[in-house]
């Protein structure tokens, strides 16, 4: 009877977690989704307090989402995945029902600290955030919604995601063609010659003229892939239009498209390690990461036969 009565409180008290569990995971957890009933074609981040000038804007068009006054082209996903992060607010908690000044402090809410997020859709506002610090975990965020004093706990880092500048927003490509409709580049700086593909099947062959002469004879298959690799680029970061610039680049690369001609110059490299950049496929300077930038800087005993 003893070893019966053992087995059955056991039994008991197994089932008494397993149901206790149950209750757990299945019971309300307090999160909950504030979800907007329009989507937003618009959203203007300011820093709480500052001027207007200091306003990064994003504007919502038919191919996707611009950044700045000059509507330049953002990076899709990026701008996708914050502004839904914002029109789809997932609220895990409230850590204040008042926000008193040591909540602004606490929170990163105060004037000059926050940030200020407004989501409209043809003119009509239709959310205002403030948003503050980041919490320890780094993964969620600290704000109030449409002038509420209660200060929510949020899903995402929104001040870093928000916080970034207009350059770091936009998208990253300065060009993208087909590698084989590349027909010429032409390189121009310390060295200065050229290469065309011609014939059946198509070969890329060095123009006469190049300066300093080679000393040896060009490899058609590393022509072909240096080239190649010429046919997209990817800025590392944008810099802001009027920023200034060396009066001369240390190589410019010009390519032929056929009926689109491009071409970048490799300006200087900066004390971080990149390279200044500008393309006439791009308003605004750029930077290139130094693998990206040695592409361009190519000389042309790399691409002989050894």
Do not use: H
Not at 248 to 259: E, I, K, R
């Amino acid at each position: 009877m003893k070893t019966r009565k053992i087995l059955l409180l056991s039994t008991i008290a197994v089932l008494a977690v397993v149901y206790a569990l149950q209750l757990a995971l299945s019971g309300p957890t307090g999160a909950k989704t504030l979800a907007l009933k329009e989507s937003p074609d618009s959203v203007t981040v300011r820093k709480a307090g500052a001027a207007g000038g200091s306003d990064v804007k994003l504007g919502k068009d038919g191919s996707g989402w611009t950044v700045g006054s000059k509507a330049y082209r953002a990076d899709g996903s990026t701008v996708d995945s914050l502004v839904d992060s914002v029109a789809n607010l997932k609220v895990l908690g409230t850590v204040s029902r008042g926000l008193s000044p040591a909540d602004e402090d606490r929170y990163g809410l105060a004037d000059g600290t926050a940030l200020e997020l407004s989501l409209s859709k043809g003119g009509k506002v239709l959310r205002t955030l403030r948003v503050g610090k980041a919490s320890p975990t780094g993964q969620q965020s600290y704000v109030t919604v449409d002038g509420s004093k209660e200060v929510l706990l949020v899903s995402g880092n929104l001040a870093e995601g928000f916080g970034k500048a207009e350059g770091d927003l936009r998208d990253k490509n300065v060009y993208a063609f087909e590698a084989d409709t590349l027909l010429g580049v032409a390189v121009s700086g310390s060295e200065s010659w050229s290469l065309a593909k011609s014939g059946s099947p198509a070969a890329w062959t060095l123009a006469p003229g190049a300066t300093p002469a080679p000393a040896g004879e060009l490899d058609p298959e590393k022509a072909a892939s240096w080239a190649s690799s010429l046919a997209n680029l990817r800025a590392s970061k944008y810099l802001d239009d009027g920023s200034p610039l060396p009066p001369a680049p240390l190589a410019t690369v010009s390519l032929d498209f056929g009926a689109k001609k491009a071409s970048v110059s490799i300006l200087e490299k900066r004390a971080d390690g990149e390279y200044l950049c500008v393309s006439s496929e791009s308003p605004s300077p750029f930077t290139l990461a130094a693998y990206t930038a040695e592409k361009y800087l190519k000389k042309l005993s790399d691409l002989e036969k050894k």
